[in-house]
Nanobody, 124 residues
Framework: EVQLVESGGGLVQAGGSLRLSCAVS????????IGWFRQAPGREREGVSC?????????YYSDSAKGRFTISRDNAKNTVYLQMNSLKPEDTAVYFC????????????????WGPGTQVTVSS
């Protein structure tokens, strides 16, 4: 059974930090890129960050995330992290992690497996 489970969401004040985790099971973690997406009410789901398969581990960040967020993977734990610093109210959304075979994907249609999401709320 394929599972991706997000954790680490919560309520923080603007300027604060959170670290999201995505725990993966049921597929060969090292062969998959893992992406983070978010969706706020009334808005389309957008790509935030992605890290490619373990042999490469190159990274992608959206313009909004770049300079504030850092994605990493711990291959021994089958876990991907998204460290989010300098959070802004506009970062408020449900954050999803997703998996795809191979390299980086920027769009949700490229991803095969999805977690249920974790809520991030940033107060002003």
């Amino acid at each position: 059974e394929v599972q991706l489970v997000e954790s680490g969401g919560g309520l923080v004040q603007a300027g604060g930090s959170l670290r999201l985790s995505c725990a993966v099971s049921g597929f060969t973690f090292n062969d998959y890129a893992i992406g983070w997406f978010r969706q706020a009410p009334g808005r389309e789901r957008e790509g935030v960050s992605c890290i490619s398969e373990a042999d490469d581990s190159s990274t992608y960040y959206s313009d909004s995330a770049k300079g504030r967020f850092t994605i990493s993977r711990d291959n021994a734990k089958n876990t991907v992290y998204l460290q989010m610093n300098s959070l802004k109210p506009e970062d408020t959304a449900v954050y999803f992690c997703a998996g795809k075979r191979g390299g980086i994907g920027r769009y949700d249609r490229e991803y095969e497996y999805w977690g249920p999401g974790t809520q991030v709320t940033v107060s002003s």
